[in-house]
């Protein structure tokens, strides 16, 4: 009887023991690494693992913006109440469930581990609380990533459409000098190859996005904080097309190192250290679709910002062709009643005449 118990007791330990190793690798297997932060907003130990659902709010709460929404997690520690960051960049990296054996090797200042409630971080309504809080100014507020074959960038600042689009354009970009195949070590990757030309075309987004910044330090000079969103999906196409221990995935990940390490600096240069730089590594159980939305559609459920109703493309023109008609037949009426209203019956009306002409006769 006593030994029984005792089995029945090891295999309950080993069940719990399980679960726990499930949880741990569930955790360990997605992670948000901060690579710089200011010095007046620090980041502490947080066993806790951070939800997908909750990195919005920590963005918003980072820029010192503050939201309805509560954060139920402990990671974030800001220090001063009179600065707060000039940008955030969140980097979403699809795709690295290896994170155990294959960390980033980038020098961070915290990394926290992530669970994903919800299957990918929801920009749009981040980016659409900014706006709904800035809405008299113009913040940066950028949104890039790939859409079905095509590389899409969401912004209110037309410079940024005048980026490659299509993959046969970035594989063009990719041969000029001032390239991420130029500047960083591909290894075995080829640009020839679908799975391999859709990474380094992402990356080469971001390149590109920062290169434009820089060109026009204009966009710099609003004092509404600015948000960089990145999204990475072609490292999931390297391991299903080449395999998870292949040479290919080795130099990915090298490669994603790199270029986060390098674009870390560019963003600190770019806005002089004041600013707060995330990767975020998940694998959403499901398959990723990009939504995106226009960045002026608020939505009224979540800010009411007393919006007027919409018109029509032609309301300008309609309205200015009924305002003129309305004044010229106003000054056409006027001076015929002005006209009427001074006429002298006796030289200037014909009724008059013939009248005052007939009772002569009679």
């Known amino acids: 009887m006593f030994s029984v118990k005792m089995a029945d007791r090891e295999k309950g330990l ?19 690494v901060v690579t710089h932060a200011p010095s007046y907003v620090t980041f502490q130990e947080q066993k806790e693992p951070l939800s997908t659902s ?8 980072t820029l010192g913006v503050q939201t309805d929404g509560d954060v139920n ?42 669970k994903t409630d919800i299957p990918m971080v929801d920009i749009a309504s981040l980016m659409n609380t900014l706006q709904g809080v800035f809405f008299d100014q113009s913040p940066l507020l950028l949104d890039a990533g790939m859409d079905n074959n095509f590389f899409d960038v969401h912004s209110d600042f037309d410079v940024f459409h005048k980026l490659p689009d299509t993959l046969r354009k970035m594989s063009d970009r990719l041969l000029d000098s001032d390239s991420v195949l130029q500047r960083h070590s591909v290894g075995s990757l080829n640009s020839s190859k679908p799975s391999d030309l859709k990474l380094m075309g992402e990356l080469q987004l971001i390149q590109d996005v920062i290169n434009t910044v820089s060109d026009h ?17 072609g490292l999931h196409d390297i391991v299903t097309k080449h ?20 674009m870390t600096e560019d963003f600190k240069k770019l806005y002089k250290d004041n600013v707060v730089v995330e990767v975020l590594a998940i694998n959403p159980e499901k398959k990723y679709v990009r939504k995106t939305r ?9 800010v009411n910002i007393n919006l007027s109703k919409d018109y029509d493309e032609n309301y300008p023109a309609i309205f200015n ?7 010229a037949m106003f000054v056409v009426i006027f001076a015929v009643s002005y006209g009427m209203w001074n006429i002298d019956p006796g030289r200037d009306s014909i009724i008059y005449r013939m009248t005052t002409t007939r009772l002569k006769k009679d």
């Open 14 to 32: 080993l069940v719990f023991q399980f679960y726990i190793l499930i949880f741990i690798g569930v955790c360990c297997g997605q992670e948000l």
């Open 54 to 61: 909750n990195v919005p709010n920590v963005i918003t709460h």
């Open 73 to 114: 997690w402990n990671g974030l520690a800001q220090n001063s109440f009179f600065k707060r960051p000039k940008a955030n960049v969140l980097v979403s990296i699809l795709g690295h469930n290896d994170l155990k054996n294959k960390p980033l090797t980038v020098k961070n200042m915290a990394r926290f581990p992530v």
């Open 217 to 233: 330090p204009e966009m710099l000079k609003s004092k509404t904080p600015d948000l960089f969103s990145f999204t990475i999906t």
């Open 243 to 262: 395999g998870r221990k292949s040479p290919q995935t080795e130099d990915a990940h090298r490669l994603i190192s790199d270029f986060i390490t390098k």
């Open 294 to 302: 226009s960045l002026m559609a608020v939505d009224d459920s979540e």
């Open 321 to 327: 062709i009924i305002l003129w008609m309305m004044i």
